[in-house]
T-cell receptor, first 112, second 111 residues
């Protein structure tokens, strides 16, 4: 069966510090991978999606970036965090873009 | 621009009664719709889906209805149970494109 892992579960970082969130998927090959952010009082906002290694599409301009160094690994990064980057970050995978997505447990990021 | 809207941020229902969660969309190209359930500090879990070729899909206590002319879908939970208390997101896509999520409705089922 497929599983998706995200870490860390919670993170408190000062403004201006770097960020690295990691997501890995097990039990499937060549999944579509997604990074979402859920900010307080808002829905799920798609940040990045990837259909293959090294292929990243950005949906929202921001100071975040994503990379996919391996087939089942997806990394969300920032060089300098802003207060507005606080939120709940979710990684998800799907068989392809037309099917339902399966979400990881999420990372609660608080930028202070 | 919010293409998928859930206008009720919260809903309270008595245990055993029906819960109806609503979702509206603006893009007439959307042809695949999903509902997710989310507990606090966890990722959403897929609940039920419906394709635009149908107007109803049922799975146990959960039924999703789609009204394409009104660009409206709803999730019915019958009977509601305390364990159903969670935030429910609807999502929509045009096949081959990304999913757009609503802002969520927090359901509280009162024992």
């Amino acid at each position: 069966s497929q599983t998706i892992h995200q870490w860390p579960a919670t993170l408190v970082q000062p403004v201006g510090s770097p960020l690295s969130l990691e997501c890995t998927v097990e039990g499937t090959s060549n999944p579509n991978l997604y990074w979402y952010r859920q900010a307080a009082g808002r829905g799920l906002q798609l940040l990045f999606y990837s259909v293959g290694i090294g292929q990243i599409s950005s949906e929202v301009p921001q100071n975040l970036s994503a990379s996919r160094p391996q087939d089942r690994q997806f990394i969300l990064s920032s060089k300098k965090l802003l207060l507005s980057d606080s939120g709940f970050y979710l990684c998800a995978w799907s068989v392809d873009s037309t099917y339902e997505q399966y979400f990881g447990p999420g990372t609660r990021l608080t930028v202070t | 621009d919010q293409q998928v809207k859930q206008n009720s941020p919260s809903l309270s229902v008595q245990e055993g009664r029906i819960s109806i969660l609503n979702c509206d969309y603006t893009n007439s190209m959307f042809d695949y719709f999903l509902w997710y359930k989310k507990y606090p500090a966890e990722g959403p879990t897929f609940l039920i889906s419906i394709s635009s070729i149908k107007d109803k899909n049922e799975d146990g206590r959960f039924t999703v209805f789609l009204n394409k002319s009104a660009k409206h879908l709803s999730l019915h939970i019958v009977p509601s149970q305390p364990g159903d208390s969670a935030v429910y997101f609807c999502a929509a896509s045009a096949r081959g494109d990304q999913f757009y999520f609503g802002t969520g409705t927090s359901l509280t089922v009162i024992p």
